[in-house]
């Protein structure tokens, strides 16, 4: 009998997760029903959102009750259909979850081609987080030619295509990333202008040494003094698109925020938004990316961790930082 | 010979402002030049956003330098004039300062009518605090019938009008204001359907009370302890406009933030603003609020002041709180 693995959310944390928070189980293999299929997932997608998840909290989404499987974006391929849409041997993207296999009614299913990008890159650039970056930039945040567009976690799956977005459009792009290897592949790789190490202890020194003109955009992913920092150099009339704020995800006290008056005083828009918001965007932003990425105008980079059983212990080292790019997880 | 008597700045404070901070000087009546009018003001305007000009900080206007006339709006009356578009005898609106005559050339002055309502009011719901109510409530958080508007600062010459137009647009309006005496006028005069006294001690416990569906719409005047405790209270895609941050403009150590990650979990809009910055919306919004006045649906309160001298005392009680409704000076 074939069996399917499962990571179940085993109890909630408090603070930073660890291992101990999830449980793998194994259960028969799960058959569909008239109108389902049942996928096996080849790549896991591993994203800060999911820490939010694991909280009893209210917030944009419901959180994952206790013995349920976490949540998570997917890449597989339809091993058995009864859903007139889907056939075997099809390869699909879909929010399946930490699971070899899965059966699903097809909602949220949305067939992906192999041959165009490699399967994973719908996990990222050319799936949620690259939409993400394309959405929060240029529809919310709106850079203009000439403006200084400051992205911080500018390595990570979001901010390093929010900050190549930046470039093609003719901005002044400034990441802002955790140590020295993840700004030299910002500024050498991505062709950011500028990166700042947030870990070399001179935050406000160096982001204002990159910043001459000051800050027309941010993209947030951070948060906490990130967020402060950046609040202290915006320009007036000044967007800041709020899509993360990955360094209070474990904290027990809250960061209180001491520049919230630049809001005021700089007159700024702060507009927090979760991409799933803005479905009717997502055509236009893939077709974009895609163009991108087959010109070599985006590149990509992977965290590959291999086995469903790893998923936990990458996701732990992704909230620290420790990914480079985008972490996903290879299944098969 | 006549003189004029201006009130400068002396000195820059440390946190809260004295009245050593200001100094009254008299001098020789200023004369017009070819093209220019000398006015003698009735009214003067105090508002919050003056604390921050007596700082030598980057904000959105200008500071006042030392030695200089302090920044104010005033309505007076046109007492000489060598200018075309000028008469003597016609009063006239303008920011003229914190003295009994100004000359002046004649940019950003408008003819008011004081037949139409009390010339006072062109400094309150009919001028800049009554514009600055319509446009950062109906242009920038944009509240629809049904939805919860909450207004900080509710009795003062802002927060009164925000929340009567929140109301004659079909919101439920709810006030925080400082004490059970602005308490009761904001409710049992101005109509909002709930107040709560920050001062009592249960902001969170009584706001909570008062909004049992959440806020949709925040007007902020006030900030520190008031929005972070908004902030814990909105529902998705609510809109906040940062019109003032009077707790925090004496504060010598800023108020940090806690509660900010609402703006992403709630996917919010905050938008900070100066009505000067739209001064395309004045001729509408001053229409609708004359309209409003005349018809009776806005009412309107004033805390009057008697003679230049006081205006710095009277100033000093608007920043703790101390006046009921909007703040003026009459000089004559």
């Known amino acids: 009998m074939a069996v399917n693995r499962r990571i179940l959310l085993a109890s909630r944390p408090e603070g930073a997760p660890t291992e101990a928070n999830f449980r793998l189980e194994e259960t028969p293999l799960p058959r569909p029903a008239a109108g389902e299929l049942l996928v096996r997932n080849h790549w896991l997608s591993l994203d800060p959102y999911m820490r939010g998840r694991m909280d009893a909290a209210k917030s944009y989404a419901k959180y994952v009750e206790l013995g349920e499987v976490m949540t998570g974006g997917t890449v597989g391929e339809v091993v058995e259909s009864r859903h007139p849409g889907f056939r075997p041997g099809e390869m699909v993207n879909g929010a399946l979850g930490w699971q070899d296999y899965a059966v699903t009614d097809g909602t949220g299913v949305r067939k992906v081609d192999g041959a165009k990008a490699p399967l994973s890159y719908y996990l990222g650039v050319l799936g949620m987080p690259g939409v993400t970056a394309w959405v929060g930039l240029l529809d919310l945040a709106q850079p203009k030619a000439g403006e200084t567009v400051a992205v911080s976690a500018a390595s990570g799956a979001v901010g390093s ?125 893939l077709a974009e990316l895609t163009q991108w990425v087959a010109e070599g105008k985006i590149k990509y980079r992977e965290t590959v961790a291999h086995g469903l059983e790893s998923a936990p212990r990458a996701f732990l080292g992704l909230l620290r930082g420790e990914n480079f790019g985008k972490q996903v997880v290879r299944l098969v």
Chains 1, 2 share one sequence.
């Open 161 to 285: 295509v929010v900050g190549q977005i930046a470039k093609l459009k003719g901005c002044r792009t400034v990441g802002i990333a955790g140590g020295r290897e993840k700004c030299a592949y910002v500024t050498a790789e991505l062709g950011f202008d500028a990166c700042v190490d947030h870990r070399a202890g001179r935050l406000y020194e160096d982001l204002q040494a990159a910043v001459p003109e000051g800050i027309d955009v941010v993209f947030e992913n951070v948060g906490g003094a990130v967020l402060d920092t950046e609040l202290r150099l915006m320009n007036a009339f000044g967007r800041i698109t709020i899509c993360g704020l990955i360094s209070q995800y474990n904290a027990t006290e809250p960061y209180g925020l001491r520049s919230f008056r630049s809001v005021l005083t700089s007159r700024l828009r702060v507009q927090g938004f979760i991409v799933s918001d803005r479905m009717e965007l997502w055509p236009r932003a």
